[in-house]
């Protein structure tokens, strides 16, 4: 699966996890969803095609893989928590990794963009 591909993924199982979130949602049902970010998240992570096309931005890659892992952790976190009920609390750690999440996908897709449409000059 293309990474653009992947990447709208992420947004739109972030995007049914807030409403759920939103709408109170049972925990059994975020918890699902949680599930679901998480897939979708482990899908996203492969920046090796990226590396390889534009070993130029390996700096910013390493830190959407460093930004990555420390949403997998939001992620464990949100769903051992959800065990013990859905208060303000988890709430507002869902909007965190939910904003998170947005911000990861614009540096993915700006990684994606450099890293395909930019001119280093040389040979045409």
């Known amino acids: 699966m293309a990474l653009s591909t992947r990447q709208t993924g992420l947004l739109e199982t972030a995007r ?3 409403q759920a979130l939103a709408g109170q949602a049972p925990a059994a049902r975020l918890g699902v969803l949680l599930g679901e970010v998480r897939r979708a ?4 992570d492969d920046l090796g095609e990226l590396l390889d096309a534009a070993p130029h931005l390996a700096r910013r890659l390493r830190a959407l ?3 990555h892992a420390r949403l997998q952790r939001q992620l464990d976190s949100l769903t051992v928590r ?3 009920g859905v ?3 988890f709430a ?4 965190e990794l939910l ?3 947005r911000v990861h996908q614009r ?3 700006e990684l994606l963009h450099a890293a395909y449409t930019l001119d280093l000059g040389g040979e045409t």
Not at 41 to 44: F, K, P, V
Not at 92 to 95: E, F, L, N, P, V
Request: avoid cysteine; aromatic fraction near 4%; glycine fraction near 16%.
């Open 16 to 18: 049914l996890y807030e």
């Open 41 to 44: 998240l482990a899908g996203h």
């Open 65 to 67: 893989a460093t930004e």
């Open 82 to 84: 959800l065990a013990q």
């Open 87 to 89: 208060g303000k609390r």
């Open 92 to 95: 507002k750690d869902s909007a």
């Open 99 to 101: 904003r998170g999440l």
């Open 107 to 109: 540096r993915g897709a």
